[in-house]
């Protein structure tokens, strides 16, 4: 029982041999590394998810087509079968990207140990997710179209706006937390 185990034990123990992936809790970066290749593992598609999950508009604009970032969330599954949703996606993106630029914010990226997998993906997965926001989706999830989606629909439950310019801003300004992704 914990109320049986000093506080000093406890934390000791964790912090010494929790980790996730073999990764311990002294190495965050290498988390967020595991965590986006595995959000950001499909190739792009306009579609998704046995062709439930669309893009509405300038399908022909897609860029990255084909090339491995999409989220997986735009062609992946749940307990009603099929999922393919921006919302999702949503959820996914802005909690990875929050947790990334707060690891550069506060220099615990380390300097030679950049992957450039993972900032490739996490490119072409921001890229891809905002064109099909702008563009609107059409979204389906738990065994049933969710109907058509855009940015607009998401400002509410995800902070879209805010991550979306956290996003634009930080990978192109040198002085943004984020600009060297």
């Known amino acids: 029982m914990f109320n049986q185990t000093p506080a000093t034990q406890l934390e000791a123990a964790t912090r010494s041999e929790f980790t996730y992936h073999g990764n311990q809790l002294n190495s965050p970066w290498r988390w967020i590394e595991r965590r986006a290749l595995i959000n950001f593992s499909k190739p792009v598609a306009s579609s998704g998810a046995g062709q439930r999950g669309y893009l509405l508009s300038n399908e022909d604009g897609l860029p990255a087509v084909g090339e491995i970032g999409m989220a997986t969330e735009f062609d992946s599954g749940d307990g009603g079968g099929f999922r393919s949703d921006l919302q999702y996606v949503a959820l996914g993106w802005d909690n990875s990207l929050a947790n990334l630029c707060a690891l550069a914010f506060f220099h615990r990226i380390p300097g030679s140990d950049k992957p ?23 979204s389906y999830s738990n065994g049933k179209p969710r109907g058509f989606q855009y940015e607009a629909d998401l400002h509410d439950a995800t902070g879209y706006w805010w991550h979306r310019d956290l996003w634009l801003v930080g990978s192109t300004d040198a002085f943004a937390p984020c600009s060297w992704v």
Request: proline share 0%; charged share 30%.
């Open 116 to 138: 450039a997998e993972m900032f490739r993906r996490y490119r072409i997965a921001s890229t891809d997710y905002l064109y099909k926001a702008r563009n609107g989706y059409h």
